[in-house]
């Protein structure tokens, strides 16, 4: 007799107590039965199972955009500032204007045209304004409600209620990675909301967003915990791979958990990323002159590790860029913050065009809301401007995007849209199109509905479309 035969095992140990009275007690033809119906989902699990969520995959027709960089300007910048000059409002300074309600307040900035489009651009962003001719500049943006914390999650999410998954983890879901030792979705930097904007909610938490605070500190540091302090990868990978016979074992008969699978998952990138992370965070591996080029500052570094980590087959990475809730001073405090930005935005753009990124690689910049034509009515120190969601501007570049143009356009104050308005869902579905995906069929069943980013609205904007 083998005794061996007789020794517990690891599976002995993934049985519920409902289980071990069916086995034991008068449950054998349940057992039976059981096993005749489950064996064809088993196997249908098991086989999925063995492909990584993030395996590369096609989209419903060819994407002109493999990746995406978001730059979120968080706080709402004033687009009659930056990207929609209303000169004729100097006529009606001191004047109540019913209309935008209030006492309007002009352009801080001169505009001027720039590149062979003749695109106006802001005084505030010389640098970006180099590259206008990749730039299609949308000037008729709409959204909901003008509450920072709703119009972020309406812009990451389309949604600003329920708890849904985030555009990068949507783009994920659709797309994969090309990189499977790194996260496909990263977030760097953070802001109003949280882990909402980057939340893969519903769908399998594979597709969540990887959370980088902050690019200055060490590359070995930028990722806290990435390498084990007591274990070396040889002793790392034997225990991974006993956390995973465990979980098949606990799938073949309790069923499977996604809590558990994204948690298991999230082991196996940890794992994975232990070299290739770092060297990809590292910006000293760049030459000193594309250093100099993005400047040697937290949103700096942020934009360089963009361009590396899309260059290393992440699929999407959401750059926060915050600072533009300006309700007094917005002609200082827009100088500051254009000032922190424009350098590192344009470096960005003129290093994808150079290295042939820039036509598969779409970049989406814009805020939540943007900024009233009047005063705000506070009346906190110098002139300021309140919270606007009924137009405001956000821009859009390569990646199959149409540049050189100016879509949609607004009143004589930028107070509201006169011209093939773009709402939110709009702007979502066009980056899904670009991606290669119908917004309407790229769905996830849940509770018993089919969900999509857009909700049930959207319609893709093909002027924006080269």
Known sequence: MDITQHLPSAADFCATRRQFLNRFGMGFGALSLGSLLGQASSD????????????????????????????????????????????????????????????????????????????????????????????????????????????????????????????????????????????????????????????????????????????????????????????????????????????????????????????????????KMQTEAVDVFDVNKEPEHIRDMYGDTEIGRRMLVARRLVENGVRFVQVWAGGWDHHTDVKGNLEKQAGIIDQPVGALLRDLKQRGMLEDTLVVWGGEFGRTPRHDKGARGEPGRDHHHKAFCSWMAGGGVKGGQVHGATDDFGYDVTENPVHVHDLHATILHLLGFDHEKLTHRYNGRDFRLTDVYGNVVKGLLA
């Open 44 to 271: 249908t699990a098991q086989a999925s199972a063995s492909l990584s969520p993030m395996t590369p995959r096609s989209g419903h027709f060819p994407g002109t955009a493999k990746r995406v960089i978001h730059i979120f300007t968080q706080g709402g910048p004033s687009h009659i500032d930056t990207w929609d000059p209303k000169p004729g409002m100097a006529a009606y300074v001191g004047k109540d204007v019913p209309e935008i309600g209030g006492l309007p307040l002009p352009s801080q900035f001169p505009f001027k045209k720039m590149g062979q489009s003749g695109t106006e651009v802001s005084s505030l962003f010389p640098k970006i304004g180099e590259s206008i001719d990749e730039i299609a500049v949308i000037r008729s943006m709409k959204t909901d409600i003008p509450a920072h914390e709703f119009a972020t999650v309406m812009m990451h999410t389309g949604s600003g209620r329920l708890v849904k998954p985030s555009m990068g983890s949507w783009a994920l879901y659709g797309l994969g990675s090309e990189n499977q030792n790194l996260p496909g979705f990263v977030a760097l930097g953070g802001g109003l909301g949280g882990a909402t904007n980057w939340r893969s909610a519903f769908l399998p938490g594979a597709f969540q967003g990887t959370l980088v605070s902050s690019v200055s500190a060490p590359a070995e540091k930028i990722i806290a915990n990435i390498k084990s302090s007591h274990a070396n990868l040889v002793d790392q990978r034997k225990q991974l791979d006993l956390l995973r016979n465990l979980n098949e074992q606990h799938a073949e008969q309790l069923n499977r958990e996604a809590v558990l699978e994204a948690r298991i998952q999230s082991f196996e990138l940890a794992f």
